[in-house]
Each structure stands twice: as C-alpha cells, then as structure tokens.
C-alpha cells in the first residue's frame, strides 16, 4: 500500500509539472487557448502566480553557485585586503589601519582604495577610472554613473577589527548569510514580481475594456484580466532572457504584451465568446 500511494504521488506531480508546463508554452503563442481562457476566466490569477514562484526559484536556483560562493569570495577579499595579524580601526572619527598605504584593491572589474593620507571631506582628485570607492582618513568616497557622494567617518562610533577577528565572522555567518540571501532573492523575484505583474495586467486589462468598445467587443474586465494573466508569460521570458544577456528589454516587454492582447480581440472580433 505504501509503495502503491508513493507512485500515485509522484505521478501526480509528474502530471502537474507537465500539465503547468503545458500551459506556459500555449500560453505563448496558442489563440485557442485563450478562446478557452476567454469562455472560463476564473482563477487566472492563480497561474500567474504560479508562473512567477516557478520563475522565480528556477533564476534563483540559476544564481545558486554564485550566491554560496559569496563567502569564499569575502575571504578572499579579506586576505587580499589585510595579511595576518593586520587590523583596521575607526577612533575619535578617523580611519586607521595597519597595513601599508596606500592600497588598491580589485572588486572583479572595478577598485577600491584605502588611502588614509587623504584627510578632509573633498571629493579625491586624478582616481583611475575603475576606483568606484576611496577610504580616506576622515570620510568614505563613492561614486557611479554621475554622480560621487561623501560619508563622514565623524559620527562613527570606535571600532577596531582584526583580519582574524573577521575571517572568524565570515566562517560563522558567512554560510548562513548565502542562505538568507538565496531566500530573499527567491521571495523579492517571485512575490514581487507576481504582485507587481498582476497590478500591470489589472491596469493593461482596464485599457483593453476601452479600446475593446471602439471594436464593439463584448468581453468584459474579467475576461481581459484572465487573458492578461496568461499573455504575461512570453513577455517575461523574453524579458529575462535581454536581461541575461545586458539588455533593456522595458518597451519589448509592453509591446509584446500588448500585441497580444490584441490578437486576443482580433479573435474575438472574428469568432466571439459569449461572456
């Protein structure tokens, strides 16, 4: 009996998998699909959902190697930044350190460097162009895409840390912090963007009531909103794939959104569903 209900579990799963799967690539091209969706609309809301959670765990799944290696990398880091037996301390609002100075260190493409020779609160002058950020003596110097900012180190209460002293923090909470993150990436990607994408279908979905009185369609606001929670499917994907690879995607994203809500009413203007 126990070896019977686990092979009816796992091929329930089996079929639920296939069935969402299915329903995500008709969900991406297939207008009799969306007759169906049009002549049921209850509970459409539960696939978008649905959709993103999924999403959501498979890209963060995706970014799994490089979240639990962020440990590894602090430490490298670290060791890069202070040898053994070094240490760095803020007293009385000013930065001091052991180790010798000045001191580039490389963040992957970018830099950083710890100069404690710079004093004041003006901005460094002449940094190479990858220097994202300077440690001075009195204040932390950052700057981006136009524009640099300034963080006193006047109000910072006295601290003094060793490179031991923190290589103990990274092996404690370095692990547990890669989980935290891992979770709150998933829960950002998928909840925030189900929530934020519904909001966008409900207000595309108001849109397509107008527009859908001018074709003199007699779908109603709950019909456009189940085909709104369907038609977000090749949107997103095409969106995640521009992002993977350092594109802005914003326009495509409406644009191939909108195009199908307008194959929808194309649809329904030559083969009408009774609401």
């Not at 909840?191 to 859908?212: M, T």
Request: proline residues 5%.
């Amino acid at each position: 009996m126990v070896h019977m209900s686990q092979d009816s579990f796992w091929n329930r799963v089996r079929r639920t998998v296939r069935d969402f799967a299915t329903e995500v690539v008709r969900s991406c091209y297939d207008l009799e699909r969306y007759r169906a969706i049009r002549a049921k609309p209850a509970g459409a809301w539960r696939y978008l959902v649905s959709f993103y959670v999924v999403l959501g765990f498979l890209v963060t799944l995706l970014m799994a190697p490089g979240i639990f290696a962020l440990p590894g990398e602090a430490r490298r880091v670290l060791d890069e930044v202070l040898p053994a037996g070094s240490a760095v301390a803020v007293k009385s609002g000013q930065f001091v350190t052991t180790i010798p100075t000045p001191k580039t260190v490389r963040l992957g493409q970018q830099s950083l460097l710890i100069d404690p020779a710079h004093t004041g609160s003006d901005f460094p002058k002449g940094l190479p162009a990858d220097t994202v950020a300077v440690i001075g003596r009195d204040a932390i110097f950052a700057r981006g895409d136009n524009e640099q900012r300034t963080y006193s180190l006047k109000e910072t209460p006295d601290f003094r840390f060793t490179q031991e002293d923190l290589a103990a923090r990274i092996r404690a909470y370095g692990p547990w912090f890669a989980a935290l993150l891992f979770i709150v990436i998933f829960f950002m990607y998928a909840f925030a963007a189900a929530v934020a994408n519904l909001a966008y279908v409900a207000i595309l979905a108001a849109l397509a009531v107008l527009a859908g009185k001018l074709w003199r369609l007699k779908l109603t606001y709950r019909q456009y909103f189940a085909v709104g929670c369907h038609a977000i499917t090749l949107p997103t994907i095409l969106d995640l794939l521009f992002t993977s690879f350092g594109l802005r995607a914003s326009l495509v994203f409406t644009f191939v959104f909108v195009m199908f809500l307008g194959a929808v009413m194309a649809d329904e203007r030559a083969k009408p569903i009774a609401a």
